[in-house]
């Protein structure tokens, strides 16, 4: 099978969870012998932290500048593509959806990472790059990277005709139990790029139990933080790390923490890639709650939640045999259920039942 793919980026991990689901994702596509072709814009702040250069699992990473100097390679691709798929956030999301849906593709999908966050912003009134004014009806399917109540919504508000939640997960070839990177561990540690629908939740469960515990070291790893972030003399500061830096990351800390935006926790079943990297990688997980956290991680056991910053000062105190054995229970949870590899073999069941569908939405249009 050919998939041929319009996302956001797939090179550079800077500032965004796309690009370490993609790699995870087409690698394990390879090896169930697919071919994947990504389109990706070159643009400037990516290139400069660009941490990828060819694509896993032998597939074909495309990188352009220009959508109509690009159109005669994406004609071309088509051609023979069993598979189209257009991404959220794809900077050209609107043209790569008219030349998907003007093609002789079987398939034509589109994949919405940020479903939650599409449909709130869209409720603004917001104009978005990858949303056009027929929204998601022209597709044959339309993928969510949420689950629960978001899958009715992509129906009624964008006029999806068939859906499916495909989660996040992880290739545990890259995340995996590592070696701290210093000496001396975090009480707490969080990795994630600053936005400012997670900034409440997280001077809760971070930056008043670091405040609380004086004595104790706290770690932020990531991306787009500021001057006038409320930084404490026991907080450290991490700029971007690149994939491959992860499990040092998290394996210099006890403990470490997942927040989640705010549109995808009020809507529920939207566990981040950073959840399921977190556990690969052996660190016990504190998160914020949201309906459906269960069906991934069993609370108590597997994962330990935080809605006030006592629930969080008490998860930093744990012991370390307990936390210990959240870790293991976690890990061996991802290792099973929430691998690449899994979601590869999901995508393929899905894919297989549109195509089923379609066709027989088709022979019915035809009076067949």
């Known amino acids: 099978m050919k998939l041929v793919i319009f996302g956001l980026t797939v090179s550079s991990s800077w500032g965004n969870g796309h690009a370490t689901l993609w790699r995870g994702l087409c690698a394990a596509l390879g090896r169930l012998g697919h071919h994947v072709v990504f ?16 694509l896993p699992g032998g597939g074909e990473l495309v990188l352009y500048s220009d959508w109509q100097d690009l159109l005669p390679a994406v004609k071309m691709h088509l051609k023979d593509a069993d598979v189209a798929m257009v991404t959220s956030y794809c900077p050209d999301g609107i043209d790569a959806s008219a030349a998907v849906l003007d093609s002789d593709v079987p398939l034509r999908v589109f994949y919405d990472l940020d479903a939650p966050v599409t449909l709130f912003r869209l409720a603004k009134g917001e104009t978005l790059s990858y949303v056009g004014s027929e929204g998601y009806r022209d597709f044959d399917l339309v993928l969510s990277y949420t689950g629960g109540k978001v899958l009715e919504q992509l129906q009624s508000i964008l006029g999806a005709r068939t859906v499916a939640p495909l989660y996040g997960s992880v290739d545990p070839e890259v995340h995996r139990p590592g070696t701290p990177d210093t000496s001396e561990l975090a009480a707490l540690s969080y990795m994630g790029t600053w936005s400012a629908d997670r900034d409440d939740a997280l001077r809760t469960v971070f930056i008043e139990p670091a405040r609380l515990l004086p004595d104790k070291r706290f770690v932020i790893g990531g991306a787009q933080y500021t001057s006038d972030f409320p930084w404490l003399p026991n907080i450290y500061f991490v700029n971007h790390l690149a994939p491959a830096q992860h499990s040092g990351f998290y394996a210099s800390s006890r ?21 399921f990297e977190a556990a690969a990688c052996g660190v016990p997980v504190l998160s914020d709650h949201w309906e459906g956290l269960d069906t991934f991680y069993e609370p108590g056991t597997e994962i330990l939640l935080a809605e006030t910053t006592e629930d969080a000062v008490n998860a930093v105190n744990r012991s370390p045999e307990e936390l210990a054995a959240i870790a293991r229970a976690a890990r061996e949870r991802t290792l099973e259920c929430h691998t690449a590899d899994v979601r590869a073999r999901e995508l393929e069941r899905i894919l297989e039942q549109a195509y089923s569908e379609d066709t027989q939405r088709v022979k019915n249009a035809c009076g067949a």
């Open 39 to 54: 389109f990706e814009r070159d643009v400037p702040y990516y290139a400069q932290a660009r941490d990828l250069t060819e």
């Open 255 to 275: 403990l470490t923490l997942n927040v989640t935006r705010k549109p995808m926790a009020a809507l529920g079943y939207c566990p981040s890639g950073r959840l």
